[in-house]
């Protein structure tokens, strides 16, 4: 027994490795900041069940399922205090058998959040109330400090991931599938999350701006020519040729970023000027997809005679699909691009 008089939590080496888990971690992987987790904890007791002084907090996992029941009720509209009512009632009403040291095996659904939050591979059950699908367990953070509108959270887990596993990883396997879930539930919502997407790409485009930063300075190629990158006439999109902006410079290359909507004269003046190795033509929509743009850049040259140079045209995004356009590459996915303007050594 503790001096205070509580009983003392069970012997930490007699658990699983992975039953329970850190406020840090848990923050991170239910997009909130620590300070949020000790917020709710002051206020409302929502903390760990088990305590031990001059120690880090641990979460078990049933502790886990009240906190993602708290998240989920939140990102809703429930009221903070409302909501940390609701979910302290279902972890008591839940039932949940005997386990080691009589503390109870969790329900199903809490062993299974935990065990997500703590090995970050896929998993198909979702609390964000976005329609995420298959996906990383950090996808489901990302989304509910998202709809909580969270700048801070959102950031801190955006530029962890890019630290951890690097532009092309982050882009596919956490920045796009959230945006596309958060796109999903605007559509299917009646104009509600717009601001939930603005803010979720704006800080995903700060990540990206700032990703060589956040991996330190790649070694320089010199004497490369660049790589291009535009959107064309009309386009506004810009993030996904960001991604390329940003992988391109994790491996070292030159690159040039034009940006949206770029005019086809300043586009064909780009390219004289620059004398790019290739040039990424980025439309987001069929409407847009400039063929006789394209055909003009694959029929481009500089340089003196007998030595003439030309750059290499990608047609990136899915305004280009189903078009033919013969010497031109179209690359499915980033990873793919990547592959074609900047192949590893």
Known sequence: MASDGSPEPPIRGSEPADAYITSGALARRLGISPTT?????????????????????RWSPHDVAMVEDMCRLTASGISP???ARSAKERAHTEPHGPGPHGQGTP?????????????????????????LRAVRAECRGLARAALRLESVAIQEQLNTFVQEHGVVAAWEELMMPTLHAVGRKWESSGD??????????????TALRNAQLLLGPGEARKGF??????????????????????????????????????PAEALISAVLRTGPVAVVLWSQTRSLANTPLALHLLGMGWGVNGARQQAALVLAGPGWR????????????LREAIGLLAPEA
């Open 37 to 57: 987790l000790r917020s709710w904890d002051q206020r409302y007791s929502l903390g760990p069940a088990q305590r031990r002084r001059g120690h880090h907090r």
């Open 81 to 83: 205090a409302e909501a």
């Open 107 to 131: 329900p199903a659904s809490a062993r299974s959040t935990t065990a997500a939050l703590t090995s970050g591979k896929p998993t198909g059950s979702d609390s964000s109330g976005l329609p």
């Open 192 to 205: 509600r999350y717009v601001e939930v997407e603005h803010l979720l790409s704006w800080h995903v485009s």
């Open 225 to 262: 020519p660049p790589v291009l990158l535009a959107c064309v006439p009309g386009e506004q999109h810009t993030l996904p040729l960001e991604a390329v902006h940003a992988a391109l410079l994790q491996r070292s290359r030159s690159v040039r970023m034009l940006g949206a909507a770029v």
């Open 322 to 333: 189903g078009a033919r356009i013969e010497g031109a590459v179209q690359p499915q996915g």
